[in-house]
């Protein structure tokens, strides 16, 4: 059918016709997509502070205006444990992914047997599944784990499991993350050494400069795009925290609110506790939170680039 | 936003991840007296740490495929690199008693359709992003590059509060009567296609030649039939890195699936080791199984296709 019509065109229709027609079926092509990002992206913005703005639970209530925003205001366990956390999960994990993912970038990059199998290795844990992780990650950190046998072995004893103790649940979280995190960091910081001119590096070789040298002098300036590039994704994505949380302390972000972040006290509010009006409000606050960070990024570096 | 703000896809390194060997980081000298020896130690010393390292990072995953042949006995029984009586009860348990076989067959099963859905939707998409002339085109694209600043917190509660209200009134005007949409049926339609499949789809075609599709105009073919015929068979690795992506992506998530599916027969690998995890805590054969069931295909699809995962990161680095 498609020949026949087109056929017609060639035959009958001039310039004009034939614009529209490839504009009608660019239309017809793109129209699903556009339908579906209008319903499930544009329209929740305007809905979410739609839904904020009432006394929302299983049924919709009465308008209450900014009531739910004063309510968060005042929730000293949203700001002193999610928002706390998540900001201390953000401010740690940021610059020891980053540190890392750079460090097995650097490695990775240098011409060495088996790269392709390093590079690899090193970036697995990021694609594996993050329950199945953190559910590794438990076993191994559990009071009589692989973990606490091996300081045994070298001294020092530690009794308890560290997702369960309120002290070192986020710490032990924050290593984990940073590990499974570094593989991405690394590919990342791959293609940003990757356009690094190698002249650069045999004018180094030929002035003496060993390997720290360079690497201090010459790659870590250059990679400034690149470091610019990394933070922005890793910042954004570490507000976010969800996962990690959810499955090592449950829904409530055990133990006693230690590993409870902002995303994950949305969810406990919204659909645990099935306040949607309130969770609405907190999902709006979170997001001109984060919205603002990313502007602010913009402003303050450009354009992020990987290279 | 414009899509010039947007990381392009690390080409180089796809590359150098799949081609082993080629000489290309840092210049070594070499022909000077005594830098030789420095060089071979310093050679060794690299190599025990990368290997070091490399098992470092392996060693979780290694330690939990362990566990998973141990008896619940041997768990406790201290320290063993292998187990002590190998069985596959771990994983008989699992899949029988703890209903992983259902739960890999949900992750399946969602996976599939979004990773197929994704696939139509944005090729056809991109196509017309990349190809087709019509006005408002850029401020539509940029529309849906703008949905990746939108987080997922914020349209939890709108989402939610659509799927159970307004979704299933419209499927009923159409025939479709008493649908739920707080199930598997919610977080595949929320996932159809996403701007991310979208961006990498277009931009492949913007890299196919012009030349092709003018000779299939020449045969007076319509534009679906030169989407169907000339462009779709040269996307390949666009239509692979897109797939992989997705399949991954949607095997692993965790968030809308916690969200949306509450009837345990609906659960997927992660909401069914959340589950396992909060109501067994010191099960940890099965537990370790049912981790290897979840890490395993990706791990097949990794081996295979490791290229196109790259493809991956960059678009990660688009999310935000």
């Not at chain 1, 009589?144 to 560290?162: E, P, Q």
């Not at chain 1, 969810?267 to 997001?287: D, E, P, T």
């Not at chain 2, 000339?230 to 916690?258: E, K, S």
């Amino acid at each position: 059918m498609a020949v026949a019509v087109a056929k017609r065109r060639r035959v009958g229709g001039g310039l004009g016709s034939e614009r529209t027609r490839e504009a009608l079926v660019g239309y017809g092509f793109v129209a699903v997509p556009m339908a579906f990002f209008l319903l499930f992206f544009i329209f929740p913005i305007g809905y979410a502070f739609y839904i904020s703005r009432y006394d929302w639970q299983i049924f919709k209530g009465p308008f209450v205006g900014w009531d739910n925003y004063r309510t968060l205001y005042h929730d000293s366990v949203f700001w002193r444990h999610a928002v706390r956390n998540t900001l201390v999960y953000t401010a740690t994990v940021v610059p020891l992914q980053m540190a890392l993912g750079l460090a097995l970038a650097v490695v990775v990059n240098q011409a060495i047997r088996f790269r392709t199998f390093f590079r690899a290795a090193f970036y697995f844990p990021s694609l594996a599944a993050s329950a199945a992780v953190a559910a590794i990650a438990t076993y191994i950190l559990a009071s009589d784990g692989l973990f606490n046998t091996i300081l045994d072995h070298l001294g020092y004893h530690h009794n308890n499991a560290w997702f369960a103790q309120q002290s070192t649940a986020l710490p032990a979280i924050i290593g984990l993350n940073a590990w499974t995190t570094s593989g991405t960091i690394m590919i990342f910081y791959l293609a940003a050494l990757q356009a690094i001119p190698i002249d650069v590096y045999e004018a180094a070789a030929i002035d003496g400069a060993g390997a720290w040298r360079t690497f201090r002098k010459i790659t870590f300036p250059l990679l400034k795009p690149g470091h610019f590039f990394v933070a922005v994704v890793s910042i954004i994505g570490a507000l976010q925290m969800f996962d990690q949380s959810f499955l090592i302390g449950g829904a409530s972000g055990g133990p006693n609110y230690s590993t409870l972040t902002t995303v994950l006290y949305l969810y406990n509010q919204a659909i645990a506790n099935i306040k949607f009006g309130y969770g609405a409000a907190v999902g709006v606050v979170l997001f001109a939170f984060i919205f603002t960070v990313t502007v602010i990024q913009r402003l303050l570096f450009g354009k992020a680039e990987v290279a | 936003m414009s899509t010039e703000e947007l990381p392009p896809v690390p080409r180089v390194a796809a590359e150098e991840l799949a081609l082993e060997g080629l000489a290309q980081g840092t210049a070594a000298p070499t022909g000077i007296p005594g830098r030789e020896r420095v060089e071979r130690i310093r050679t060794v010393v690299v190599y025990f740490i990368l290997f070091a390292v490399a098992l470092l990072f392996a060693i979780p995953f290694l330690w939990s495929v362990s566990t998973s042949f141990r008896t619940i006995a041997d768990t406790v029984a201290g320290f063993s690199l292998l187990p002590r009586h190998w069985t596959t009860s771990g994983y008989h348990e699992a899949f029988h008693t703890f209903n992983f076989g259902r739960y890999a067959l949900n992750s399946a099963i969602i996976a599939g359709a979004v990773t197929l859905s994704n696939l139509v939707l944005a090729s056809i998409g991109g196509y017309a992003f990349a190809r087709l002339k019509f006005p408002g085109r850029e401020v539509l694209f940029m529309l849906v590059l703008g949905t990746l600043m939108i987080p997922d917190q914020l349209r939890l509660v709108p989402i939610y509060l659509m799927l159970v209200n307004w979704i299933p009134a419209w499927v009923g005007h159409l025939g479709w009567h008493d649908a739920s949409f707080i199930n598997r049926n919610g977080v595949i339609l929320i996932q159809l296609v996403s701007a991310t499949s979208l961006f990498l789809m277009r931009q492949y075609f913007l890299t196919i030649p012009r030349d092709l599709e003018e000779a299939a105009k020449l045969d007076a073919a319509g534009y679906f039939k030169t989407y169907r015929k000339v462009m779709l068979p040269l996307a390949g690795p666009a239509l692979a890195a897109v797939g992989i992506l997705m399949f991954q992506g949607t095997w692993n998530a965790l968030f809308w699936p916690a969200v949306l599916l509450q009837d345990k027969s609906e659960f997927t690998i992660p909401i069914g080791i959340a589950a396992f995890h909060s109501a067994y805590l010191t099960m940890w054969p099965p537990l370790m199984a049912a981790s290897v069931i979840a890490i395993l295909p990706i791990l097949l699809i990794f081996v295979v296709f490791q290229r196109y995962f790259v493809a991956g990161v960059a678009s990660a680095g688009v999310k935000g």
